[in-house]
């Protein structure tokens, strides 16, 4: 199994452009979910997905968009690039069983910087 | 609001010590407490998860404790190597939402020769 991946690694923006990022994952997981993580600071969470065609806010959804179509990818839309997304971001994946709740598998991460 | 709050921020040991890392958390109920090791320029990988209803939980060199009455947990690693080197997060998950998990700020772990 690949695990999690994500692409790209890295990625620089001019201010007002919009990307996508990646994240696939080949472990059947049900939950994915996309992070950022600023220097020094904790993982945030930006969006999550319970299942294919479910997707629900975390702590700083503004000015990213997110859809699940499949199980298996779960891509990150940049809607106008800001300085303030300078950051690098997480994708993760999970599952749940009796013996491991809800373990979380994560990607390498993509570092993303806004001129 | 749900939080976690690790302690020290950021610790530096010899190698061959051993240290303890600290994390409280609000989040209420609970489902379970994880704890990861994040290297610089890499995603975090789990080093342990316990339920509410476990005490500790091993996994090789490092052990987690976990105290669910006054919501505290800690990381203890024992023989540290140079390895070890890495930022240490603590994370907990409530039993409303497993989708919504609250991360700590981390305790950057220093180990020197």
Redesign the interface.
Known sequence: NAGVTQTPKFQVLKTGQSMTLQCAQDMNHEYMSWYRQDPGMGLRLIHYSVGAGITDQGEVPNGYNVSRSTTEDFPLRLLSAAPSQTSVYFCASSYSTKRYPFEQYFGPGTRLTVT | KNQ?EQSPQSLIILEGKNCTLQCNYTVSPF??L?WYKQDT??????LT?M?FSENTKSNGRYTATLDADTKQSSLHITASQLSDSASY?C?V?PNTN????T????TTLTVKP
């Open positions: 976690v489902s379970n994880r320029g890499r995603g975090p990988v789990s998860i339920t997060i994370v998950t497993a989708g919504k998990s991360f700590g700020d981390g």
